[in-house]
């Protein structure tokens, strides 16, 4: 019966892997400008951001590029992939139809093909750092352990709203408006040193903004980050994690009859 | 014999789709957040009471009408359903044989959607790399394998899924509908590989519109009807109570009060005797034509024969089949043909729809026959319309033949062989 179990999370895994590997090949394969299109996307926020916040409106943030290119890429993962996550079930009726198909694999898959879709922006964000002559120390051996903590809270919010869609209709249609709000609360274009301090207590609860927060002090001031709030997201992001797989499972039971 | 898969008073009830709790989050805020109404209110049976066992190397089909339970059976065995009374116990993982082309990129290439594919049918990635070559081979797209799906025909396409589907080696293998399509030749190989799990003791649940195939290849069927079953058995016996209830079905529905009609040819119709069916479709200006398109009651051996009749609707139904048959004399049916064995798919009908049948060429030996034309819901509950033995055809040649056939044929006489 071990045996068996092996083999159903190697199979998991398999499962997962060509997922990604099936929207990350077929979203490049058809263009002729091919991986170019990864980095298209926050390079022309950038450039939009840029000339807004620089030229037009001056926020006076030294390394603004830096600044901005960090919480856009970071800010774009989780945004892809409640968008791919809120939709996968019920795009996917013929999976999840099929005998012993892990619909646990879809929202996995959708949170690591976005990490995948970050990870190719990396070299332009190094560019970018280096142009604008970044500082990176010792501190940068947290990185890795900032993404691991991001992939949980991603993943927990992709469980989420993966089950959601399925009892709500109508989710994919709040979800982006959700979004939108969480975008601009979160310090992605602006300061959070700019936000007056009884906002920012409130505002702090966002683990997005703990993240790109840390992510700035890393890249660009070669600092070590806060690690109370670290740990304090990723102990948040587990707990979520948890719940939010538990919804799943058990909106799974249902999935068929509401699609 | 060993039980591969066991049911046991299985049950499923569904929520009535329309008014019964809130189904999206703005009418949930607008009702206040009540809680989503639960299980006892406005639902109903779509299966009851349903357990059977299949052992190794048996083959058990599922007969029924649409809406009779027959697809909610299939999902609460493959396990992607859970029922709400009684279980599926299983001895092996359970493969499906169910939409073959789920998941498929139409911008990949051959070889590599068999790759995602297999892995989503439930192989690991080695195991289909150590399959490819057996799988390109078997869809016989070996020109083509390195090609974006999308330039495929969607018989090249239903190859290439099908092929990665019976690359499993199943145990359990659950089965739908699927071998209804593609070229007869490919429909052969299915059918021949299918028969080679069974023999290498796989236990087969299939689910199936075609009754032939049900009656050639299981040993037991299950007859659902309404989500209950309401026989199990031999599948010869079985099979037959379930076409005698539907000409039973087609008997109750026919209208009595009909005014008799009559064919092109002077046959009388007349209502529950040679014309049966509900009448919601009603089949009109049925003709044999000739090569010439001349309404004819006679043709030559082996010359062409068009049929050709007008569907009438005076509400909209969503589709139909339309079967045509020609019996000799005797009663022996020689031809049977319909739109679903021939994948030809009619439209939505509302108002009048012309559906021509041309049979390049009819090898009938000479003799008088008579046509059988129908109508049909869609999934062969009753008749709409079926015209039984109304149209005469007599076919004629200089000699006489025994037997059904008289082919074109020469004879070769040469000296003795030494």
């Known amino acids: 019966m071990t045996a068996l179990r092996l083999r159903s999370l190697r199979h998991v895994v398999d499962v997962i892997s060509v997922l990604v590997w099936r929207d990350q090949k077929s979203r490049y394969k058809s263009t002729g400008m091919g991986v170019v299109w990864a980095i298209a996307s926050p390079v022309l926020f950038l450039l939009t951001f840029y000339l807004l916040f620089r030229v037009v409106l001056p926020l006076n943030i030294p390394n603004y590029a830096s600044h901005l290119f960090i919480g856009l890429v970071f800010w774009t993962w989780l945004q892809t992939t409640t968008m791919e996550a809120v939709t996968c079930i019920v795009q996917n009726p013929g999976l999840v139809n099929q005998p012993r198909f892990p619909t646990v694999a879809l929202p996995l898959a959708a949170t690591t093909s976005n990490l995948v879709t970050l990870l190719l922006t990396l070299p332009l964000l190094l560019v970018i750092l280096w142009f604008e002559g970044a500082r990176i120390g010792p501190s940068v051996v947290l990185l890795p352990l900032l993404v691991a903590c991001q992939f949980v809270f991603v993943l927990a919010v992709a469980y989420f709203v993966a089950a959601l869609n399925v009892v709500f209709r109508d989710m994919q249609y709040i979800v982006p408006i959700l979004l939108q709000l969480g975008y601009f609360t979160t310090p992605i274009f602006y300061d959070a040193a700019s936000i007056p301090d009884r906002a920012r207590f409130i505002l702090g609860f966002n683990p997005m903004m703990q993240l790109i927060e840390a992510h700035r002090r890393i890249l660009i001031h070669g600092e070590w980050p806060a690690l109370a709030p670290i740990a304090a997201v990723m102990a948040g992001s587990l707990l979520a994690l948890w719940f939010a797989f538990r919804f799943f499972r058990l909106a799974s039971l249902r999935f068929l009859e509401e699609i | ?418």
């Open chain 2, 1 to 418: 014999m060993e039980v591969m898969l066991r049911a046991e008073g299985l049950g499923k009830s569904f929520r009535h789709t329309v008014a019964d709790g809130p189904r999206t989050f703005r009418q949930w805020v607008e009702g206040g957040f009540l809680k989503r109404r639960g299980r006892a209110r406005g639902r109903f049976w779509a299966l009851r009471d349903v357990g059977f066992t299949v052992e190794r190397g048996e083959m058990v089909g599922v007969i029924g009408h649409n809406g009779s339970g027959k697809s909610t059976l299939l999902r609460l065995l493959g396990g992607v359903m859970q029922p709400d009374e009684g279980r599926v116990t299983t001895a092996a993982p359970i493969h499906g044989l169910l939409e073959l082309n789920t998941g498929m990129h139409p911008d990949l290439s051959g070889r590599e959607n068999i790759l995602i594919n297999g892995v989503l049918g439930g192989l690991l990635k080695g195991e289909v790399q150590a399959r490819m070559e057996a799988i390109i081979a078997f869809a016989e797209l070996e020109d083509h394998i390195d090609d974006p799906v999308r330039t495929y025909s969607s018989g090249m396409k239903l190859r290439l899924g099908f092929a990665i589907a019976v690359h499993v080696d199943p145990e359990v293998l659950l089965i739908d509908e699927v071998l209804a399509v593609g070229d007869m030749a490919f429909q052969q190989k299915c059918l021949d590989r299918i028969a080679a799990f069974k023999a290498q003791g796989c236990a087969i649940v299939l689910i199936s519109h075609d009754i032939g195939q049900v009656k050639t290849f299981c040993d037991k069927v299950l007859w659902m009807d309404h989500g209950r079953v309401r026989a199990m058995g031999p599948a010869e016996e079985v099979v037959h109570a379930y076409t005698t209830a539907m000409t039973r079905e087609t008997r109750r529905r026919t209208p009595s009060d009909l005014p008799d009609a009559f064919t092109a040819q002077g046959v009388r119709l007349r209502s529950g005797e040679n014309r049966l069916g509900s009448q919601e479709i009603t089949l009109s200006d049925v003709v044999l034509l000739d090569a010439q398109g001349q309404a004819t009651n006679r043709i030559a051996v082996g010359a062409p024969l068009t049929l050709r009749a007008v569907l009438n609707a005076d509400r909209r139904i969503e589709t139909a089949q339309v079967s045509v048959s020609i019996a000799n004399a005797d009663g022996t049916p020689c031809l049977d043909v319909n739109t679903e064995n021939d994948a030809v798919a009619l439209p939505p009908l509302h108002g009048s729809l012309s559906v021509t049948l041309d049979l390049a060429r009819l090898d009938l030996a000479p003799g008088l026959y008579r046509a059988s034309v129908g109508v049909w819901e869609k999934g062969w509950s009753h008749a709409y319309d079926f015209h039984v033995d109304a149209y005469r055809l007599e076919v004629t040649d200089g000699r006489k033949v025994s037997g059904v056939l008289s082919p074109p044929r020469h004879w070769v006489i040469s000296g003795a062989v030494s």
